[in-house]
């Protein structure tokens, strides 16, 4: 018998999205709709053979790891985890296997990622969240909105998500420029974008400056107190990454005293937002539950690859290999 956990389940989709069954009677496959505390984990999980993440919401170290014994395989969703120790576990040998791609766009398309990007940086310069809750009390017009035409989209990271943001841009009528530590005149040539050369020039030139950079210990903290301070008064900070790519205290203090005009966020540093959060008492900010990978297709797409990745391992051939 094989025991299969499905994590973060927060849809209650996860069953009825791949062909789970088609595992055989032998694999016993039970889905998390709840985050499940940190110090809960070992509990909870020890008798599970198979452990499957959505990407990093919840964060696999050394310490909970080494306390599931019963540990044969991991799947994540992604072909990278920041939150799992995908060394410990090469070093145990138990292997790791990932999804590409998320099926969420057709080719020519834009990710549903940027999708997503694209709707939080209308919300927050056409003030939509704001004004939907000032008719619903009975206000009418608090603000005036402001215009995309004319204005910088300050790009961090020039990757798949960052490239196909500027499609869109482009059809609003604005300048894109773009920098990251990696990128290069050439890949910013190709997409059709001004490479600036320093991250406070990008700061200091965005109109909307949206991240599009994979977690790492190069990009944790990447965005904090000084950056935040060089971005323009009337400024929007988008984040549909990760979190932790930008101080989430420092996020707070700038938007509370103004340093920046809005932040409209998709990611967090924990996740789900816990109940009465600090940012959900301001009003200048836009909030989306991690939805940049959740659509229909994508969902589909990725748990069936983790139904692949499973029968793979059980065939003894894993594949999708993280090392």
Do not use: C
């Amino acid at each position: 018998m094989t025991r299969v956990a499905v994590l973060d389940d927060y849809q209650f989709r996860g069953y009825e999205l791949a062909d789970w069954a088609s595992l055989g009677p032998e694999v016993i496959v039970e889905f998390f709709h709840r985050r499940i505390e940190p110090g809960h984990l070992p509990l909870v999980l020890g008798g599970f053979n198979v452990l499957v993440l959505m990407r990093e919401r919840t964060r696999f170290d050394r310490a909970v790891l080494s306390q599931l014994p019963a540990l044969e395989l991991v799947v994540t969703t992604g072909m990278r985890n920041a939150s799992l120790d995908v060394a410990y576990l090469n070093e145990r040998g138990v292997p790791v296997s990932g999804t590409d791609g998320t099926g969420a766009a057709r080719p020519g398309g834009v990710p549903s990622t940027a999708e997503v990007a694209w709707a939080l940086i209308l919300a927050a310069v056409k003030r939509v969240a704001v004004e939907d809750r000032a008719i619903r009390s009975g206000a009418w017009q608090l603000g005036v909105p402001t215009n995309l035409a004319g204005s910088t989209l300050g790009l961090a990271g020039l990757g798949h998500l960052g490239a196909a943001m500027v499609g869109p841009a482009r059809a609003f009528g604005m300048e894109v420029i773009a920098w990251s530590e990696n990128l290069t005149d050439a890949r910013a040539t190709e997409v059709g974008v001004t490479r600036v050369a320093t991250k406070e020039e990008l700061l200091a030139r965005s109109d909307v400056l949206s991240i599009h950079l994979v977690l790492s210990e190069r990009t944790r903290g990447l965005f904090g107190e000084a950056e935040l301070h060089r971005m323009k008064p009337t400024a929007v900070l988008v984040n549909t990454s990760r979190g932790p790519i930008v101080d989430e205290r420092a996020l707070i203090t700038a938007l509370r005293r103004r340093r920046i005009a809005a932040a409209a966020l998709d990611v967090f540093d924990r996740e789900p937002l816990p109940a009465h959060h600090p940012l959900t008492d301001l009003d200048n900010v836009v909030l989306t539950p991690h939805l940049g990978y959740v659509s229909e297709s994508g969902l589909r797409h990725m748990y069936g690859q983790v139904v692949e990745d499973i029968a793979a391992f059980r065939r003894g051939e894993p594949i999708r290999r993280i090392q």
